[in-house]
């Protein structure tokens, strides 16, 4: 079994509040938002982060960014928003499962 929050989320045994969902990519609120919309996006494949992105991941992290910009419109950020991707212990990753921050008040 395995030991990663995200991977458990992905797997449904810790609950979360999910916004989107598709065969690649799962998208629920941020369980301490830090605006009023606060929102992640997660590759359903086990990725780290950043450090272990190939060249093979270029097509995931393309569908990441635009349905983050397409969930971030749906949730009322059209005047914009932040995005954020924290990488390792010198990026302050909390949860090591390559994961896109989307928040930003309406
Ligand atoms: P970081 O790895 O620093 O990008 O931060 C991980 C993020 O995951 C933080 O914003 C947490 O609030 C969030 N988080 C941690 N546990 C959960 C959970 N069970 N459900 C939703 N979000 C979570
Ligand atoms: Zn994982």
Redesign the pocket.
């Known amino acids: 079994m395995t030991e990663c929050?995200f991977c458990k989320?992905i797997e449904k045994t810790?609950p979360?509040t999910i916004i989107y969902e598709d065969s690649e990519i799962l998208v629920?609120?941020?369980?301490?938002p830090c605006a009023e919309v606060h929102f992640?996006l997660i590759p359903k494949r086990h990725i780290t982060n950043m450090l272990q992105l190939t060249e093979s991941d270029a097509e995931l992290m393309g569908l990441l960014m635009l349905k983050a910009n397409q969930l971030a419109i749906a949730q009322g950020l059209g005047n914009g928003y932040k995005t954020?991707i924290?990488t390792g212990v010198n990026g302050?990753?909390?949860?090591y499962h390559l994961?896109v921050?989307v928040f930003g008040n309406k």
């Open positions: 929050l989320i810790i979360s629920f609120n941020d369980i301490k992640l954020l924290n302050g990753q909390e949860v994961h921050h």
